[in-house]
């Protein structure tokens, strides 16, 4: 499986931004699709995930802010993750990754990509 992620940019605080990231390869073996963010100085953190079955956990920090939508093209996996009233703790660079059968943890990863706020 191969990851590619597009989005990110700078935005003022209440802002909002939409990340994508479209995988390709051997779908089929993606049990579920993740972001992570990681700040500057601190650890990478999960964000948010979905099943392929739809199935969406957004962790406290981003719960209500944040949602996770499909492509509804049969042809392609591509997820989005729009994130809505941005805070200037949302500034991280974030990675999307998924979760595939047979594997013990998420791999592989799609390039980070920044997103700034402003204050």
């Known amino acids: 499986v191969q990851l590619q992620a597009s989005g990110g940019g700078l935005v003022q605080v209440g802002g909002s931004l939409r990340l994508s990231c479209s995988a390709s390869?051997?779908?089929?073996?993606?049990?579920?699709m993740a972001w992570f963010r990681q700040a500057p100085g601190k650890r990478r953190e999960l964000v948010a995930t979905?099943?392929?079955?739809?199935?969406?956990?957004?962790e406290d920090p981003v719960k209500g802010r944040f949602t996770i939508s499909k492509d509804n093209s049969n042809d392609t996996y591509t997820r989005y993750l729009q994130m809505n009233n941005l805070k200037p703790e949302d500034t991280a660079v974030y990675y999307c990754?998924?979760?595939?059968?047979?594997?013990?943890?998420?791999?592989?990863w799609g390039q980070g990509t920044l997103v700034t706020v402003s204050s």
């Open positions: 979905v099943t392929t079955a739809g199935r969406t956990i957004y």
């Open positions: 990754t998924v979760d595939l059968r047979g594997s013990d943890r998420f791999g592989p």
């Open positions: 390869g051997s779908i089929s073996t993606i049990n579920a």
